[in-house]
């Protein structure tokens, strides 16, 4: 079975090692972190083909493009340092990355609805974080990530969630001025997790089967 669809139980409040799938993009010198925040760092990288928008609704695929990376798995260490995670992952060789974003996506599966979970984050530096295609949390920022959160109270931030029954998208994102980056993230809720997008991708793209199918239906 393939790391994307082997399923994890998460430990309730703890941070989420993952695997997540991991997507980077460098800033431009001097404008990482609080300055990016609200910058579409995958339209950047890409030239305008993939953005925040469509990966936070749609997920990705390993090994799909953005610039001169790849999707790739990986998980976190114990610390959350998100540059060692994506050295690891032989995204980088650059040991201490400044200036850049990353984006890691995770499918939060629930066997129930469960409205009003907490979630926490910390993050180095500064972090965005997306639910079903919606964003949930922002923290414009330049900060350290602080130490293991021992519970869902010991994350820098906490607000509340809805989980759906079944697939949940989550996407986070962090981006780096300097220094050390990496995240936690944790939620008080009863969930496994995995990286199969399968359900969430269009099944074929625009001006195929999909507008075939749309043009036999309306000749009849």
């Known amino acids: 079975m393939s ?12 941070p989420i090692a ?32 993939v953005t925040e928008e469509m990966v ?3 997920g990705a695929k390993e090994g799909d493009e ?12 114990a610390n959350g340092d998100i540059n060692v995670c994506v050295v690891n992952i032989k995204m980088t060789k650059v040991a201490d990355f400044n200036d850049v974003t990353s984006y890691a996506l995770l499918i939060i599966e629930s066997s129930k ?12 530096d500064s972090l965005k974080v997306w639910l079903n295609g919606e964003e949930v949390h922002r923290m414009a920022v330049n900060r350290g990530r602080g130490g293991l959160p021992a ?10 969630v809805d989980l759906k029954k079944g697939a949940n998208l989550l996407m986070v994102k962090v981006s ?10 944790g939620i008080d809720a009863d969930f496994e997790h995995h990286i199969d997008f399968d359900g969430f991708q269009p099944v074929e793209p625009a001006g195929k089967l999909a507008t075939q199918w749309a043009q036999i239906k309306n000749a009849h």
């Open 113 to 124: 609805k469960q409205s009003g979970v907490t979630m926490g984050t910390s993050s180095d």
């Open 66 to 77: 953005v610039g001169d990376y790849e999707w790739t798995p990986g998980e976190l260490p």
């Open 3 to 14: 790391v994307s669809v082997m399923a994890h139980i998460a430990d309730a409040e703890e």
């Open 176 to 185: 780096e001025r300097g220094g050390g980056w990496g995240q936690y993230v």
């Open 151 to 160: 519970n869902i109270n010991g994350y820098q931030d906490r607000f509340e």
């Open 18 to 49: 993952g695997p997540w799938l991991w997507m980077i993009a460098p800033t431009d010198a001097g404008v990482g972190g609080q300055a990016s925040t609200d910058v579409d760092s995958l339209d950047e990288e890409s030239k305008g083909k």
């Open 56 to 58: 936070a609704k749609n």
